[in-house]
């Protein structure tokens, strides 16, 4: 839900209420299998297929040998995490009506390429740790975005799928 | 390494030891964070900026109150995992001296959107399992693609992300 923008207040509460209504008539819809195919193309140059609809492109940047045309897979993992908290701002603002006027997800993820290139099986090969610093905007009270914040990250799948076993902290800043 | 392409045999190699001696010159250039700045712009849609160079667009299907304009955070999940694997066959088969024809990685993850979308709290919120599935075409014995795919899997730093607590199942098929 975004301030003052009407027409968008409550819509994707009813959406969303549609959407649960939907699954409530067969629980067998519910059961959702999402599906992607990556064909190498060229070099280290990827093409990811997602769904019918939506093609993505992946690369690695020319340091390593690649071309540098678009994000490596560990940047899309915290771009995928990022935008998570994101929408979910956007989903809780709306259902909880909690206004805001702007949010902004910054994510930060450490890794050391040598574990990731081999040049050292001793060192981790993926994040060792990673931040999520939300800033938001807006009229309502700092304990009510906090709550707002807590709601995000508790219904966040890419957060339960980071936090599996990766060190992560969230945060959140109430900016004017 | 793509067989029959002369000129980007040995390249990556190549490109990974001239990186791997940078690192070593000064080991404090192995300290990487990678930045990603998320913006929700227009309901659930989110524009993310990869480093300075790449912009990534995100939204949510129309069926839950988005525009359906980009893929959703958890099919982005996948596409960096599926593009992980593939991108890892091309950087090994060069490494290893492995030449293939072609690669394809399909991934699926299943999921319950009523535990993401808080209808349930007692549903997981976010991949219950997910298959990453190779298929590769080459010249070489079924043995040596094992031997392949099982560096590859061993250096993905999104397979490290993802198995800490789903259950992941990898596969190679060797095909005409």
């Not at 690649?66 to 603002?93: D, E, H, K, M, Q």
């Not at 906090?146 to 945060?171: K, M, N, Q, W, Y």
């Amino acid at each position: 839900m975004v301030e003052g923008e009407e027409g968008t207040i409550g819509e994707l509460t009813e959406a969303l209420d549609s959407y649960r209504d939907w699954l409530d008539e067969d629980p067998r819809r519910a059961d959702v299998t999402l599906a992607v195919t990556c064909e190498l193309v060229d070099g280290v140059e990827v093409e990811a297929s997602v769904g019918r609809r939506h093609v993505v492109k992946v690369d690695e940047p020319r340091r390593v040998g690649g071309r540098g045309t678009a994000p490596n897979p560990v940047n899309y993992a915290l771009a995928a995490l990022g935008s998570c908290a994101a929408i979910g701002f956007g989903y809780w603002s709306d259902l909880l009506e909690i206004p805001f006027d702007s949010v902004q997800v910054h994510v930060e993820g450490d890794v050391d390429p040598r574990g990731t290139f081999g040049f050292d099986d001793e060192t981790a090969r993926g994040f060792s740790s990673v931040r999520v610093m939300a800033q938001i905007a807006g009229p309502e009270s700092p304990e009510r975005y906090e709550e707002l914040a807590r709601t995000v990250d508790a219904h966040s799948p890419l957060l339960e799928l980071f936090t599996g076993h990766i060190p992560v902290t969230t945060s959140l800043e109430l900016i004017d």
